[in-house]
């Protein structure tokens, strides 16, 4: 199955390792437009679920196995904090369903961040990395997340 990554788990990224063992399929780009941001104490990018704002977003496409999905859904804590979408990308002149993560209970707020293309080296440079946050501190879930939703 085709997993769609477009921050920290992108290749050289800070959480690249853990796709260790799956297949890179190539760059690609979300057919819809959506907005990335960065955000949250610890400098996360996330993609927010509202299709057709915000921009084509690049990224790259792995295939990935059942227990390394496993793994994904973990980093990124779905189903509580991001949900696991299919949308349609296009990769080498072609359009293919992938997985992704967004962000769908967000604060309104976030909305008037800057809405990138792509999630580059400088953006990540500012990244706090899980292990490195104040006791695996998951406290950027309140610096995002609208519970009411």
Do not use: W
């Amino acid at each position: 199955m085709f997993v769609f990554v477009y921050g920290t788990l992108k290749k050289d990224f800070p959480n690249s390792h853990c796709l260790a063992g799956a297949k890179y399929v190539g760059e690609a780009q979300t057919v819809d437009k959506y907005p990335l941001i960065v955000a949250s104490r610890f400098n996360i990018p996330y993609l927010l679920g509202v299709k057709n704002l915000g921009n084509h977003v690049s990224g790259e496409v792995y295939d990935v196995t059942d227990p390394q999905l496993q793994v994904l859904d973990s980093l990124e804590g779905y189903p509580d904090f991001y949900n696991r979408i299919e949308l349609p990308v296009s990769i080498n002149s072609q359009v293919i369903s992938c997985y992704t993560y967004v962000l769908d209970r967000f604060k309104d707020s976030l909305l008037q961040c800057d809405m990138l293309k792509v999630y580059s080296n400088d953006e990540s440079s500012k990244y706090v990395r899980p292990c490195d946050r104040p006791d695996k501190s998951t406290s950027h879930r309140d610096d995002v997340m609208d519970y009411s939703k």
